[in-house]
T-cell receptor
């Protein structure tokens, strides 16, 4: 079956530090890959996405590249801010159906 | 106003009570979903509906039922709540496969506590 694995949190960083959150997946077919973010007290919202191998998704300084050879979609940001504190979910879908989410990684950024 | 609205936002109830969580959307999407979020488990799909006449079970449908009253409304019911149904519940919508990404749009969540 399809599954998503992401690094366990929580992750605590100082402001302006470099962020990496690892995500790997298992899927039958050709999935689209997503990173969703959940700020405190809110629902999930799409952060970025990639629909095919070697695509790079980017938004708000975050980036992730769809690596088919390593079945990975790691999230990176060069300089985190306090406002980036949230829970980050890696997810996949097959043709817009059957979304599968990872367990989430909580990020705390300290001033 | 939010595009996907859930009510109630918070609810505390007792074991054995019937509970309904409601979801309405103004995005005009055909597909609607109910997810459950538990710490360390991510989001798990309870039920989904691709149109008013189409209801499908997700991976954890036992103990839950749903009703799609209209394109814009999708309700989740717990007929007899039990403590392990304490969780954060999310409604979500997506387009009817007009793109190959089918991005999900989420409500703000309904926190349910069963004592």
């Amino acid at each position: 079956g399809n599954s998503v694995t992401q690094m366990e949190g929580p992750v605590t960083l100082s402001e302006e530090a470099f962020l990496t959150i690892n995500c790997t997946y298992t899927a039958t077919g050709y999935p689209s890959l997503f990173w969703y973010v959940q700020y405190p007290g809110e629902g999930l919202q799409l952060l970025l996405k990639a629909t095919k191998a070697d695509d790079k998704g980017s938004n708000k300084g975050f980036e992730a590249t769809y690596r088919k050879e390593t079945t990975s979609f790691h999230l990176e940001k060069g300089s985190v801010q306090v406002s980036d504190s949230a829970v980050y979910f890696c997810a996949l879908s097959i043709y817009g159906q059957n979304f599968v989410f990872g367990p989430g990684t909580r990020l705390s950024v300290l001033p | 106003d939010a595009d996907v609205t859930q009510t109630p936002r918070n609810r505390i109830t007792k074991t054995g009570k019937r509970i309904m969580l409601e979801c309405s959307q103004t995005k005009g999407h055909d597909r609607m979903y109910w997810y459950r979020q538990d710490p360390g488990l991510g989001l798990r799909l309870i039920y989904y509906s691709f149109d008013v006449k189409d209801i499908n079970k997700g991976e954890i449908s036992d103990g839950y039922s749903v009703s799609r009253q209209a394109q814009a409304k999708f309700s989740l019911s717990l007929e007899s709540a039990i403590p392990n149904q304490t969780a954060l519940y999310f409604c979500a919508t997506s387009d009817l496969g007009r793109t190959d990404t089918g991005e999900l749009f989420f409500g703000e969540g309904s926190r349910l506590t069963v004592l």
